[in-house]
């Protein structure tokens, strides 16, 4: 019993995976045509320069019904200055008596600057002597 010799093309015999094949082969060839050789890079997140705040309530106390007067202390943590702008809220914890207020510096401040700012807070309801907490957030 000998075996049957197959005869004509590889290619022609077997179509579909010449084609898979050619269509490997062109991708290949385009990709290597349009590539310019020189390697792309992109900046990570942590390397762009960018301002960034941390800030702390270093105290705050009633200064009449309505009105609390807050000490605030921002720091500049990231790589470039930048004007913070910072949003301090006073809350009795229900919100029944709360209140809040922007403050923005008018000048860069430096990376690892400090910039310390005294605010007025009005409270809803002339309800100063309820605030439980007072926090700040700057951007």
Not at 30 to 41: E, I
Not at 77 to 93: F, I, M, Q
Request: glycine fraction near 10%; proline fraction near 3%.
């Amino acid at each position: 019993m000998e075996k049957e010799q197959k005869q004509g093309n590889w290619f022609k015999r077997h179509k579909i995976l010449s084609g898979v094949g050619a269509a490997l082969i062109l991708l290949i060839v385009l990709g290597v045509a349009t590539s310019d050789g020189q390697q792309k890079t992109q900046t990570p997140a942590a390397a762009k320069q960018e301002a960034k705040y941390e800030a702390v309530v270093e105290n705050y106390q009633v200064q009449d019904p309505a009105t609390i007067v807050v000490r605030v202390k921002a720091h500049n943590v990231g790589s470039a200055s930048g004007k913070p702008s910072c949003t301090v809220t006073a809350d009795n914890g229900t919100r029944a008596y709360h209140g809040f207020d922007t403050f923005t510096r008018e000048e860069d401040l430096g990376a690892d600057g400090y910039w310390g700012f005294n605010g007025n807070i009005t409270i809803t309801n002339p309800g100063a002597t309820y605030i439980k907490d007072v926090t700040v957030e700057c951007k």
